[in-house]
């Protein structure tokens, strides 16, 4: 049998006892915004490659845009695509009246925001690539909700107000 000294079993108690210290005090460090799900923080830059409005009101449909942005950063099935493609669609026909701009607004998200595309702005965007059209588990909406809240903390105005 090994015997250790009183002093090298006290030296490895207080260095066993600070480890074990260090790993419960990480895991609860950030415990508010884990990433589970690999679900990355809430970004929006309004009408992707596309103006926010026009040369007079250049921010007229761009809260349209912040919240397809939301939409397509948590991602989902594709029946939800076609429906935060539909609303944006909507809500810019409401803000502009205008049936050719909205419905080319619609016809670019289509074309362009599958999430097989590796682009920033692809369906599903907030995922990491490869996630496709997949419905979020319950884990992964929590997740979404809090760095929502986390979002709307830091920008309580949203990014349509703070490019201003």
């Keep these: 049998m090994v015997s250790f000294s009183p002093r090298y079993r006290r030296l490895f108690l207080a260095t066993f006892s600070a480890l074990l210290t260090a790993l419960i005090l990480s895991s609860c460090v950030g415990a508010g915004h884990r990433q589970r799900s690999g679900l990355v923080p809430f970004t929006s830059d309004g009408c ?18 912040q919240t397809h942005d939301l939409a397509y950063w948590q991602g989902g099935s594709a029946a939800e695509r076609n429906q935060a493609d539909t609303d944006l669609r909507d809500c810019v026909l409401k803000r502009t009246g205008d049936r050719y701009l909205a419905e080319t607004m619609y016809l ?14 692809r369906w599903g965007y907030g995922w990491p690539y490869g996630r496709g059209y997949q419905s ?17 903390q830091q920008h309580p105005d949203g990014f349509c107000v703070e490019k201003k």
């Design 48 to 65: 992707t490659l596309f103006p926010d409005g026009t040369f007079k009101d250049r921010d007229k449909w761009c809260d349209c845009c």
């Design 136 to 152: 979020l588990s319950n884990g992964e909406k929590a997740d979404v909700r809090e760095w929502l809240a986390l979002y709307a």
């Design 108 to 121: 670019g998200t289509r074309a362009g925001g599958h999430p097989a595309f590796p682009t920033w702005y």
